[in-house]
């Protein structure tokens, strides 16, 4: 069966204390992986896509990374505006999306 | 560009009642979704339109929920009767094949 699995669910950091959020995925057929970050009341907006295992995606504090069974992103000294749930979703054959549940951060000024 | 624009912004409605909701996507992207997301959850496929066509709704309450594409471009996602669980935020989605998809704001319908 096909899975996504975000850890930690919630994630506290000091501004400028960095560290990184992990999705883990066991799928067939992997197309592609994708972060996302969802602000309260807003839909998710997109960060970055993954396409092979190696890869690496970055913008501004943020970056995201690839293996075969999981994908890290790395949040370098982190500021309140930060503060959201990061979700990731893995796209299989024929354009199916499996989202994780997200880890919810907080960045403390 | 506009993006993916979705209305209305939030619905209460009593249960058993009937609800509707309506998106449109950005233009030209074929690809059409809605997604369900209950709270502190990731969002959850209920629909996916490739053009006119529902390619994949092994994941909608066929029951109560109900979708149309009409002319491939604008989507509305209908629930009659509601239940208090349907209480969620909807959310829908398009993309030009693959690869991400963008999406709108979201409705938030509350069933009391």
């Known amino acids: 069966e096909d899975q996504v699995t975000q850890s930690p669910e919630a994630l506290r950091l000091q501004e400028g204390e960095s560290s990184s959020l992990n999705c883990s995925y066991t799928?067939?057929?992997?197309?592609?992986l994708f972060w996302y970050r969802q602000d309260p009341g807003k839909g998710p907006e997109f960060l970055f896509t993954l396409y092979s295992a190696g890869e690496e995606k970055e913008k501004e504090r943020l970056k995201a990374t690839l293996t075969k069974k999981e994908s890290f992103l790395h949040i370098t000294a982190p500021k309140p505006e930060d503060s959201a749930t990061y979700l990731c979703a893995v796209v299989v054959s024929g354009n199916q999306f499996y989202f994780g549940t997200g880890t919810s951060l907080t960045v403390i000024p | 560009e506009a993006g993916v624009v979705q209305s209305p912004r939030y619905k209460i409605i009593e249960k058993k009642q009937p609800v509707a909701f309506w998106c449109n996507p950005i233009?030209?992207?074929?690809?059409l979704y809605w997604y369900r997301q209950n709270l502190g959850q990731g969002p959850e496929l209920l629909i996916r339109?490739?053009?006119?066509?529902?390619?994949?709704d092994s994941q909608l309450p066929k029951d109560r929920f109900s979708a149309e594409r009409l002319k491939g471009v604008d989507s509305t996602l209908k629930i009659q009767p509601a239940e208090l669980g349907d209480s969620a935020v909807y959310l829908c989605?398009?993309?030009?094949?693959?690869?991400?998809?963008?999406f709108g704001q979201g409705t938030r319908l509350t069933v009391v």
């Open positions: 339109y490739e053009n006119e066509e529902a390619v994949d």
């Open positions: 233009s030209g992207h074929n690809t």
């Open positions: 989605a398009s993309s030009l094949g693959f690869p991400g998809a963008f």
């Open positions: 799928v067939s057929g992997l197309r592609g």
